[in-house]
């Protein structure tokens, strides 16, 4: 009798062990990550591709010689979306109220085109990327997405539904005139559009000069 209580007693203490061997087991086991969004490889996929040309360097000369040999193409193409944006103020200006046109040329005022200047030293690598692909980017994005230019509109000048619905019309116009002329255009137009003002700009920055050797201090190299 007595030794089968032990055994029991025993059975018992190791089952014990066990359980709670497991249980804290289960407490240090590191949490699995969490599931993959829908798409998310596309995104993956999309980063790897852009960190692949931006680690890529950067061929200025070739960069300057295309730009040149565009430049007309190029300058072509801004004056006729200059064009185009004129067209479409001067349209817009006429839908607003007294007070909405008086906004409206104080803006007119600040506007400008965003990016560096003609004239100044080199252009770094990273406003080169910037003036190649992102600006670039940004400005067809306006053009092409009614939306959210109208958007933008309606919440700075305050547009009623009437006035809505017109600018939606004068943007669809410019949208299509735009996309109009990208088709009839040759294919690196927009993606040098920001650079042919700057065509200057785009030669290697000079090395930093080397700081002189301290006084008294050893020749390099012994």
């Known amino acids: 009798m007595k030794q089968r209580l032990i055994v029991a007693l025993f059975t018992i203490v190791v089952f014990c062990a066990g359980y709670y ?28 591709e852009t960190q692949l040309w931006r680690d890529r360097p950067i061929n200025r000369a070739e960069l300057i010689k295309e730009v040149e040999s565009l430049k007309p193409q190029l300058d072509e193409f801004r004056s006729r979306l200059a064009g185009f944006d004129a067209e479409f103020w001067r349209d817009f200006g006429q839908l607003l109220t007294p007070e909405q046109r008086s906004m409206y040329e104080q803006h007119s005022k600040k506007k400008g085109q965003s990016g560096p200047s003609e004239s100044g030293p080199p252009l770094t690598d990273d406003e080169l990327e910037n003036l190649r692909y992102e600006l670039p980017a940004h400005d067809l994005l306006t053009y092409v997405v009614v939306g959210i230019r109208l958007d933008s509109l309606t919440q ?27 088709d009839s255009s040759p294919s690196p137009s927009v993606s040098l559009l920001r650079l042919a003002p700057v065509v200057q700009r785009l030669a290697s920055p000079a090395s930093s000069p080397q700081p002189p050797p301290a006084p008294n201090s050893p020749p390099a190299g012994k």
Request: glycine share 6%.
């Open 21 to 48: 061997a497991g249980v804290w087991s289960d407490q240090k086991r590191p949490l699995p990550p969490p599931p993959a969004s829908v798409g998310g490889e596309f995104v993956r996929a999309r980063q790897t």
């Open 156 to 182: 700075v000048y305050r547009l009623d539904d009437a006035q809505r619905e017109k600018v939606r019309s004068l943007l669809k116009d410019r949208r299509d005139k735009v996309i109009a002329l990208i």
